[in-house]
């Protein structure tokens, strides 16, 4: 993370007695953010371009906050998981775009997840539909048996 302040906030909130807050202090965490997080959405992009790759963003829910996860690092932390999803452009679709992962259980704007919540977990399925309705056709939307939502890219010829 590169935001001094907020690695600060984390370490006030989070760290053990003895710690030492620094750089070490700030790669250990952001490396149990991504051991003992729970991945929450995604979004992968392949370029087919040879000088550009291809790359995933992630968004985790850790100690009941968000943080994102791309190429440049880890950001965060993020109070709601609409602001992580803002923040990286996750439901953002391109032409680049192969895949979008949105676990629907995961509440939109906190950092817990209440199963009894069926209410919350309806509004949030029905948001995934309408948004699979409103991006391109190439974007297909699959709701698995566990409650995810992915997102995938098919290819069409001619």
Same mark, same amino acid.
């Given at each position: 993370?590169?935001?001094?302040?907020?690695?600060?906030?984390?370490?006030?909130?989070?760290?053990?007695?003895?710690?030492?807050?620094?750089?070490?202090?700030?790669?250990?965490?952001?490396?149990?953010?991504?051991?003992?997080?729970?991945?929450?959405?995604?979004?992968?992009?392949?370029?087919?371009?040879?000088?550009?790759?291809?790359?995933?963003?992630?968004?985790?829910?850790?100690?009941?906050?968000?943080?994102?996860?791309?190429?440049?690092?880890?950001?965060?932390?993020?109070?709601?998981?609409?602001?992580?999803?803002?923040?990286?452009?996750?439901?953002?679709?391109?032409?680049?775009?192969?895949?979008?992962?949105?676990?629907?259980?995961? %509440?939109?704007?906190?950092?817990?997840?209440?199963?009894?919540?069926?209410?919350?977990?309806?509004?949030?399925?029905?948001? %995934?539909?309408?948004?699979?309705?409103?991006?391109?056709?190439?974007?297909?939307?699959?709701?698995?048996?566990?409650?995810?939502?992915?997102?995938?890219?098919?290819?069409?010829?001619?």
């Amino acid at each position: 993370m590169e935001n001094k302040v907020a690695c600060r906030k984390l370490f006030d909130r989070f760290g053990e007695p003895g710690d030492e807050f620094g750089e070490e202090w700030i790669e250990k965490f952001d490396e149990n953010i991504i051991e003992e997080g729970e991945v929450v959405g995604s979004h992968s992009w392949e370029s087919d371009n040879p000088g550009a790759g291809a790359g995933m963003t992630l968004i985790y829910r850790f100690r009941g906050l968000f943080f994102t996860s791309d190429d440049f690092g880890i950001n965060g932390p993020y109070e709601g998981f609409s602001e992580a999803a803002e923040a990286v452009g996750l439901l953002t679709v391109t032409e680049t775009t192969k895949r979008i992962w949105v676990d629907y259980k995961v %509440s939109p704007d906190s950092g817990t997840d209440d199963d009894e919540d069926d209410d919350m977990q309806r509004t949030l399925a029905n948001r %995934s539909r309408k948004l699979a309705r409103t991006i391109p056709v190439y974007i297909n939307h699959q709701l698995s048996l566990d409650g995810r939502l992915g997102l995938h890219r098919e290819t069409f010829s001619g």
